[in-house]
């Protein structure tokens, strides 16, 4: 299985800045993904980050709004863009090395005042 | 395309009582299923899996679930909790390379 970290665990950020979140697996994966989980909801996803090219966003999430990189098999990182109060979520990021099983990271609480 | 329905949104329960949190799932293909836990302030630990075989599923801290293709269920139970199991907990459905979750259930285990 792989271990995934996430930097930072928590950030509280001032309304139209933007926060960049880090992800790192400890082992190669061929696939990584974003997702969001707003207070007291479940999880959505925002998008499959893909290795050296463009991230595939679900519906209703934008590249402009959430760019996301992946220069590597182990690294990710999702920028949460023009930040507003409703941008105030749980942003975890998980990694697929099987057709299986996602393991997931400890999550990044952000919080936008 | 596949998706997720957890029938409870709060289960409360006394310590030592059976618990039993549903859940359904549509997908026009074989699935693959499974339920996490998310502790407060924590990610997501995956409690079990179901890929193929067996339809009874073992997990860890004392959870199973059982998978019903006819009823297209994947319902999790534990025979006996404990206060430390108070969570939330998320069942989600796999066709391919992407994860669907159902909205969540809540078990508050009291004293």
């Known amino acids: 299985s792989a271990v995934i970290s996430q930097k930072p665990s928590r950030d509280i950020c001032q309304r139209g800045t933007s926060l960049t979140i880090q992800c790192q697996v400890d082992s190669q994966v061929t696939m990584m993904f974003w997702y969001r989980q707003q207070p007291g909801q479940s999880l959505t996803l925002i998008a499959t980050a893909n290795q050296g090219s463009e991230a595939t966003y679900e519906s209703g999430f934008v590249i402009d709004k959430f760019p996301i990189s992946r220069p590597n098999l182990t690294f990710s990182t999702l920028t949460v863009s023009n930040l507003s109060p409703e941008d105030s979520s749980i942003y975890l990021c998980?990694?697929?090395?099987?057709?299986?099983?996602?393991?997931f990271g400890p999550g990044t609480r952000l919080t936008v005042t | 395309a596949q998706s997720v329905t957890q029938l409870d949104s709060q289960v409360p329960v006394f310590e030592e009582a059976p618990v039993e949190l549903r859940c359904n799932y549509s997908s026009s293909v074989s699935v693959y299923l499974f339920w996490y836990v998310q502790y407060p302030n924590q990610g997501l630990q995956l409690l079990l899996k179901y890929l193929s075989g067996s339809t009874l599923v073992k997990g860890i801290n004392g959870f199973e679930a059982e998978f019903n293709k006819s009823q297209t269920s994947f319902h999790l139970r534990k025979p006996s909790v404990h206060i430390s199991d108070t969570a939330e907990y998320f069942c989600?459905?796999?066709?391919?390379?992407?994860?669907?979750f159902g909205a969540g259930t809540r078990l508050t285990v009291k004293p």
């Open positions: 989600a459905v796999s066709e391919s390379h992407d994860m669907r």
């Open positions: 998980s990694g697929k090395d099987n057709p299986y099983e996602q393991y």
